[in-house]
């Protein structure tokens, strides 16, 4: 009898503990109440951390928003995956934030999470790349880049590189190109600049397109592939749409032997990272086009002109310019802060 009264109590305390654990746990999608010291609560959804790049721009957002100026920012980072990204914007939108911030990995298929947000009464800004929605009224507005004309600067520089002085003709060229993120924005208007040369320049050809994913790793392999199959000698271009894989071609060229840059194979980047500025400089890379990941004080000054009542414009791009080891020096990449 006594060892059943036992078991009884030691089963009671075990309930009894575990009902008291799971009262004080908090749920994924906890309420924000940030009333009492009045901090404006700022979601952010990130793509991944593919890039030098998109580290800074995480870093110029968490930069701008900061406790002191009266903001709490909650970074969330999705791994590659438009599925986290979602799942991310449905906690912000539980959690009762009061903005949401999103870089998204790809244009379509935010229309559903997006209505959502506005149901909820919160107002998102797309950064860095845009969406494509059925309504313009799902995001209350757009800072980043405007890809297209990145590309289009890129071209109009390669057009330079190749023209023949005495004919005052572009000369043919073998391009390799390396995509970004298929379906991403700066993906899609980098490779629409290069599919718009090519219509223009019929002695232009892409002798081998892979996706490189915007990373370094993928690029090698890619560049590596493309040596092998199409062979050094039929390459005048690799086309990357951005540094990383800018520093995963030149990879894969050291490892074969193949010259490239002013003496061989001519390397177009985008982003301008300093340490990709270092081998423009030196003749490495023969063009740098940049994007500039330093968003964050643009998207703070919509944020808090939206916290005051006032309006925002629907679209505002990024200041951004070009370099060749024409227009650079070691004091202009010193200078810069990414
Ligand atoms: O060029 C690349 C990054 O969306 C503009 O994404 C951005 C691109 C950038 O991973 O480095």
């Known amino acids: 009898m006594r060892k059943i009264k036992i078991i009884l109590v030691s089963v009671l305390i075990l309930v009894l503990a575990l009902l008291t654990f799971a009262c004080t746990q908090k749920p994924s999608g906890e309420i924000v109440d940030d009333e009492e010291n009045d901090l404006v609560v700022v979601g952010f959804s990130q793509p991944g951390a593919e890039s030098?790049?998109?580290?800074?721009?995480?870093?110029?957002?968490?930069?701008?928003?900061?406790?002191?100026?009266?903001?709490?920012?909650?970074?969330?980072?999705?791994?590659?995956?438009?599925?986290?990204?979602i799942r991310d914007i449905r906690t912000f939108i539980q959690q009762g934030v009061d903005y949401i911030v999103l870089s998204p990995i790809v244009e379509t298929g935010w229309d559903t999470v997006l209505d959502e947000a506005k149901a909820a009464g919160i107002p998102v800004i797309i950064c860095d790349r845009n969406v494509v929605v059925s309504n313009e009224s799902l995001y209350t507005a757009f800072v980043g880049s405007d890809f297209i004309a990145e590309g289009e600067t890129a071209i109009s520089n390669l057009e330079n590189i190749l023209l023949d002085e005495e004919t005052g003709e572009v000369k043919s060229?073998?391009?390799?190109?390396?995509?970004?993120?298929?379906g991403s924005s700066?993906?899609?208007?980098?490779s629409k600049a290069l599919e718009n040369a090519l219509e223009?320049?019929?002695?232009?050809?892409?002798?081998?397109?892979?996706?490189?994913?915007?990373?370094?790793?993928?690029a090698r392999e890619i560049m590596a592939s493309a040596l092998q199959e199409v062979g050094a000698d039929g390459i005048d271009v690799v086309y990357c749409e951005n540094d990383e894989e800018a520093f995963g071609a030149i990879a894969a060229m050291n490892e074969a032997g193949v010259k490239y840059g002013e003496e061989g194979i001519k390397v177009i980047s985008f982003d301008a990272m300093n340490t990709a500025l270092v081998l423009c400089l030196d003749g490495q890379i023969s063009v740098e086009v940049e994007c500039n990941p330093l968003q964050g004080p643009y998207i703070y000054n919509l944020i808090s002109r939206l916290n005051r009542g006032g309006a925002v414009p629907k679209i505002t791009y990024v200041k951004e310019q070009y370099f060749t080891k024409d227009n650079l020096s070691n004091e202009i990449i010193e200078k810069r802060k990414f």
């Not at 030098?52 to 791994?79: C, P």
């Not at 700066?186 to 980098?190: L, S």
């Not at 892409?206 to 994913?213: H, L």
């Open 173 to 182: 060229a073998n391009i390799v190109h390396i995509q970004g993120t298929i």
């Open 52 to 85: 030098a790049w998109r580290v800074a721009l995480t870093d110029s957002v968490k930069d701008s928003f900061t406790e002191a100026r009266g903001y709490r920012l909650i970074y969330k980072d999705g791994k590659s995956k438009q599925d986290n990204q």
């Open 186 to 190: 700066a993906q899609i208007g980098r």
């Open 200 to 218: 223009k320049h019929d002695n232009w050809n892409v002798v081998y397109e892979d996706c490189g994913e915007f990373t370094k790793a993928k």
